[in-house]
């Protein structure tokens, strides 16, 4: 596991420089949101280009889409049980914070350092079953539970899945994939090029967002987000390691995914609804430390 402690070291450095930049000044936090825009309109698709242009799908891998959306509508269930006595806000918040995974951002530069564009598909048809929790089953709760009800519309959900640059490029990709259409080899090379901006650029913006001052108002329905989320996805993570009958890095796609930090998009989504903004990015910011602890422990033992 040498690799990947190496790997994890890496990460941990540039996200301590971004969080450093922004403490001294050098970069503010709102230049995170132009940061944002650029990883996830640019160099994320141009490594989910680079990546999935020349590769064998094998039909298990449409599996993880699967595993991925179901469990989404399974956490999105256990939440509206267990959080069934919280006001309608909190109620909104926590149905935005259990679902979701922040793949985009944080896994994506991880599984490219340790196991290069072959842990890119595996996680990349993974994203394909997220992403449409995100944007739509996420977005779904959030409108369903605040004061505005516009966004419940068929079209405003498909507005937002038709919007995502990423998701488009999977679909568009492994649509050509699958019946064997070559991109031109400029698109590639110059794909290829861009994406290796994408790794740096992940790890410094999460540095940037990274924020360690916690209200103690929110300690309790913090620990009640956070227990829920990891014990569910540990649980659902580690069954499915010993239970699926596939190869190693398919179970290790479905552990890792399963315990990801908490999906980007709900900081937008809480500002669209008016949630409390510092709670929803004081859970995104502990998911974020909880995570790489976890990873690095997991790692290390079934590694």
Do not use: H
């Amino acid at each position: 596991m040498s690799g990947f402690n190496e790997q994890f070291l890496y990460a941990v450095i540039i996200i301590a420089l971004g969080y450093t930049l922004k403490r001294f000044n050098i970069i503010k936090e709102k230049d995170g949101e132009g940061l944002a825009r650029i990883i996830f309109n640019l160099t994320l698709p141009a490594l989910i280009i680079v990546s999935f242009s020349d590769i064998q799908i094998e039909s298990s891998l449409f599996l993880l889409i699967g595993i991925a959306f179901c469990y989404g509508l399974l956490s999105a269930f256990v939440s509206i049980i267990v959080f069934r006595k919280e006001s309608r806000e909190n109620k909104g918040m926590l149905g935005m914070l259990i679902p979701g995974f922040n793949i985009g951002l944080f896994a994506y530069p991880l599984v490219e350092g340790i196991w290069g564009r072959e842990g890119i598909k595996y996680f990349g048809m993974f994203d394909v079953g997220n992403a449409f929790i995100v944007f739509g089953l996420l977005y779904l709760v959030g409108s369903y539970y605040s004061s505005d009800k516009a966004g419940l519309s068929p079209g405003v959900i498909m507005r937002k899945l038709t919007g995502s640059i990423p998701l488009m490029t999977y679909i568009i990709v492994c649509g050509l994939n699958i019946i064997s259409v070559q991109l031109p080899a400029m698109v590639i090379n110059v794909s290829e090029i861009v994406s290796v901006a994408n790794m740096p650029l992940s790890f410094l913006l999460l540095g940037i967002y990274l924020n360690f001052k916690f209200d103690k108002s929110y300690y309790t329905l913090i620990i009640k987000a956070l227990t829920i989320r990891y014990v569910l996805g540990l649980t659902v993570g580690i069954s499915l390691f010993f239970i699926l009958p596939y190869d190693d890095m398919f179970k290790y796609t479905v552990l890792i995914g399963l315990m990801l930090p908490v999906s980007v998009s709900v900081l937008p989504y809480s500002v669209e609804f008016n949630y409390d903004q510092r709670f929803i990015g004081t859970v995104s910011n502990l998911t974020i430390l909880i995570t790489f602890f976890l990873l690095w422990v997991l790692m290390n033992i079934i590694g």
